[in-house]
């Protein structure tokens, strides 16, 4: 939530206003938070008797009874708006029915509305009610690892627009996130190592214990969701536990003196410098925890070229990446795509690539100085390395499907370069490419459309 308050005075020409903007929001560890036998949801909606859920098709498959039984055990009447979900759903048009769906609801003024999903569901819906009225409160619920440990933490919301990500959107706290990791026993292996890579990302350039544990323990965590798949061991329970918390409480020391990103250097920007140009490249999006982990690894090796990282330290970055099964290097990963990832995120960083990279493991800096050439150079040292590893760099399970945006697919196939999911068909890595060679040539040519 937010209050601001202001002042106005005089001036010789006119007027003169004042602001200050007070930002207060809650996070609270709760597993089970369905649970009728914890009634702290309950309580921030006895208020009104009522409650408007915001859910994806999965959820409302996996959990809509559960949720139902809760708020029926509270008497408080729920509304559940299921909504389509993933990259190429997170829109105006996703983001408007919500609107509507808060307008037949009759949400009043400080009402809040209940967003329960993934990080794709929290930015959309969060816009949403950032819009609706203006202002509108709203409490997070979210159920993938990715939601919990990252998009929960800030408080950007967001729609993608005109093929780029996040290109509309706003910065509204929610009054309070629950954070369940329960939800993780039913999330699909594949979105666990999704979500694992936004801890390699935090932990590579702001937490050297973090990424020990990782390191340690990659794949029981992916395996075991996180210690929360019956049979996990103590000690894994233990060191999830450990990530968890400390991945969290990094990321809101990072955000918290920056909620709305006036200081451009952003440690948690690692990974997304050429990332939000690749993840919607191919005609199935990559999931965007291999299009940031390919961000990541290629970073890493031009850190390591720039002798800033040591080819131990370089090594144990791939070397978790690979372990990870997520991405490394992917075809349409090329100069000409590094070309238009760079102009692209220039714009968004007022003039600057501002590109994080490890200065070890565990820190951090930033690079404005990398030439053409030089780029380039590290994307043939990067796809020599990457042949070094199974499957050559190719990530397991990297693109979208019906887990992320809760439609079945009918046509799903393997990629046959990656092993990932396909939508329609198998991947033309050739002519994904002359496609986008044709976009960049269009931008160059003509105007660009934002």
Not at 49 to 69: H, P, S
Not at 335 to 357: H, N, Q
Request: hydrophobic share 40%; glycine share 8%; proline share 4%.
């Amino acid at each position: 939530m937010s209050d601001l308050k202001a002042t106005v005075s005089e001036t010789e020409n006119g007027f003169h206003v004042e602001g200050y903007e007070r930002i207060s929001y809650g996070f609270s560890f709760l597993d089970g938070v369905f649970n009728p036998e914890r009634n702290e949801l309950a309580k921030m909606y006895q208020p009104w008797k009522r409650c408007l859920a915001i859910a994806d098709a999965n959820i409302c498959e996996l959990y809509g009874q559960q949720m139902r039984g809760y708020f029926q055990h509270y008497g408080i009447d729920l509304t559940i708006h299921k909504t389509k979900i993933g990259e190429k759903a997170k829109t105006m048009d996703t983001m408007l029915a919500i609107c509507t769906a808060m307008n037949d609801f009759g949400i009043i003024r400080k009402e809040p509305v209940l967003v329960v999903g993934g990080g794709l569901i929290t930015d959309v819906a969060g816009y949403a009610c950032a819009s609706y009225r203006r202002t509108t409160n709203y409490i997070r619920i979210p159920t993938t690892l990715i939601g919990l440990i990252d998009a929960s933490v800030s408080i950007k919301v967001a729609v993608n627009h005109c093929g780029h990500k996040n290109r509309l959107g706003a910065y509204h706290a929610p009054m309070h996130t629950f954070l369940d990791f329960t939800f993780l026993r039913t999330l699909p292996e594949a979105q666990v190592r999704n979500g694992f890579a936004e801890l390699i990302k935090i932990s590579t350039c702001a937490d050297l214990r973090t990424f020990d544990l990782l390191d340690q323990f990659t794949e029981k965590l992916i395996s075991m969701k996180f210690g929360r798949a019956d049979g996990s061991s103590q000690e894994l329970i233990k060191a999830a536990d450990e990530i968890n918390r400390r991945g969290i409480h990094v990321m809101l020391k990072l955000e918290t003196p920056n909620l709305h990103e006036i200081e451009l250097d952003r440690v948690i920007a690692y990974g997304h410098t050429w990332s939000p140009t690749l993840e919607l490249a191919p005609e199935t999006p990559l999931r965007h925890g291999h299009a940031i982990s390919v961000d990541m690894a290629y970073s890493a090796t031009l850190a390591f070229m720039r002798k800033e990282i040591s080819s131990e330290e370089h090594r144990r970055v791939l070397g978790l990446f690979s372990k990870a099964g997520l991405t490394m290097m992917h075809p349409l990963f090329t100069p000409e795509l590094l070309v238009k990832g760079t102009e692209a995120i220039m714009k968004t960083r007022d003039g600057r690539l501002r590109a994080a990279i490890p200065y070890p493991i565990g820190s951090c800096k930033f690079l404005n100085d990398i030439s053409a050439e030089e780029m380039n150079a590290a994307l043939k040292m990067h796809m020599d390395f990457c042949k070094e590893y199974p499957r050559e760099g190719a990530g397991i399970d990297a693109y979208v499907d019906s887990s992320d945006t809760g439609v079945s697919m009918e046509a799903d196939e393997k990629d046959p370069v990656t092993g990932g999911m396909k939508i329609g068909g198998t991947f033309d890595a050739k002519a994904e490419m002359n496609k986008l060679k044709e976009e960049i040539a269009g931008a160059v040519g003509g105007n660009e459309c934002c």
